[in-house]
């Protein structure tokens, strides 16, 4: 699926080594499943230490380093204000498979993903890019994590953004340390049908049927060939509804209305209701798009309306509710 990286500019007066320490962030790294795991942790300035539960954000698609920096200019690394949450957690991130943390944008390719020669993915992303490798490795950082002195055990949040989305609602289900889940823009059936919705839109037919034949008959290849391998897009496609639905713990669903998914979770508001899943909190943004942004009337996104802040605030506003 198409993603847009926001760019939130935060000016520096150097960089000097350019690594994750200098801008303020904790990096730690593990080893899982023979791959380096870069976790980054954001915590309130002299407040490192200071016990507090995790805000452990799952972001979407592309393989982008999560510091991106150009001269003296750092790009953001949420797309919302964490200082609405660094007073109460430390909040962390965790990077792709095979991509640096951190890079300079004149290195990046289109989108700021980390692309090798001829433009491809490394093996290392190709290899691990699936829905279960995320789910497992995050709830590996998870259980890394909790064995720190400056971590409060009583709550955590998992937020996931897009295919985040997808990998927090099925790394709910696994990992018993998680106290609320929120799940953005995503589709809780599934991305093909997020797929399917925008290109009947533009065009009007359904070759997607014909290629999504094909995904489900090559399910398990993780070849590379310029966008998701097969199986990303068949393990992405399979419904968080299905893990949505048992969970016990409170949950928040936000959506965008024009966003292409915005049927299916309007679907799941309804069944929701149907089936009396009173955990499920729903908050619809209307006329804004997948990344909450507001649209023209070729339902393009008008970037120069910033809406995430007041989606972070509404985020905040529900855990203190809960």
Same mark, same amino acid.
């Given at each position: ?42 915590? $309130? ?5 200071? =016990?507090?539960?995790?805000?452990? /954000? ?7 380093? #999560?510091?991106? !920096? ?21 909040? @962390? ?7 640096? +943390? ?18 491809? +993915?490394?093996?290392? !992303? ?6 279960? !490798?995320? @789910? ?16 409060? =055990?009583?709550?955590? @949040? ?17 990992? =018993? ?19 399917? +919705? ?16 094909? +995904?489900?008959?090559? =399910? ?23 893990? #949505? ?22 679907? #799941? !508001? ?11 909190? /729903? ?21 120069? @309306? ?9 985020? $905040? ?6």
């Amino acid at each position: 699926m198409k993603k847009i990286f926001f760019l939130i500019l935060i000016s520096l007066k150097t960089f000097g080594q350019k690594k994750p320490e200098d801008f303020g962030y904790r990096h730690m790294t593990f080893e899982y499943k023979k791959t380096i795991v870069d976790v980054l942790i954001q915590s $309130k300035k002299g407040e490192e230490n200071i =016990k507090k539960p995790l805000f452990f /954000f799952c972001q979407g698609s592309m393989p982008q380093p #999560l510091l991106k !920096y150009k001269n003296t200019v750092l790009y953001g690394t949420f797309p919302f204000d964490v200082s609405d949450f660094l007073t109460e957690f430390h909040i @962390v991130i965790v990077g792709k498979p095979g991509v640096p +943390v951190i890079s300079d944008v004149k290195d990046l390719k289109n989108n700021y993903q980390y692309l090798i020669e001829n433009d491809s +993915v490394s093996r290392i !992303y190709s290899d691990n890019n699936y829905l279960d !490798y995320y @789910v497992e490795r995050n709830s590996f950082v998870i259980n890394k994590l909790f064995k720190e002195q400056w971590i409060l =055990k009583n709550k955590l @949040v998992l937020a996931g953004h897009s295919e985040g989305s997808t990998i927090a609602a099925k790394l709910a289900t696994k990992n =018993k340390k998680i106290t609320h889940l929120i799940y953005s823009s995503g589709n809780p059936y599934g991305r093909i049908l997020s797929m399917l +919705v925008e290109e009947v839109s533009k065009q009007k037919n359904y070759d997607l049927i014909e290629y999504w034949k094909f +995904v489900v008959e090559n =399910k398990n290849n993780i070849d590379y060939n310029g966008g998701d391998t097969y199986k990303a897009t068949y393990d992405f496609s399979q419904p968080s509804a299905l893990h #949505l639905k048992k969970l016990k713990i409170p949950v928040l669903i936000t959506y965008g209305t024009k966003d292409w998914n915005a049927p299916y979770n309007d679907l #799941l !508001y309804i069944e929701s209701i149907q089936l009396g899943l009173q955990y499920l909190k /729903f908050i619809p943004y209307f006329d804004l798009e997948h990344n909450y942004f507001p649209v023209n009337d070729k339902r393009e996104p008008i970037h120069e @309306v910033y809406n995430w802040d007041n989606v972070g605030k509404d985020w $905040k506003n529900w855990l203190d509710k809960n």
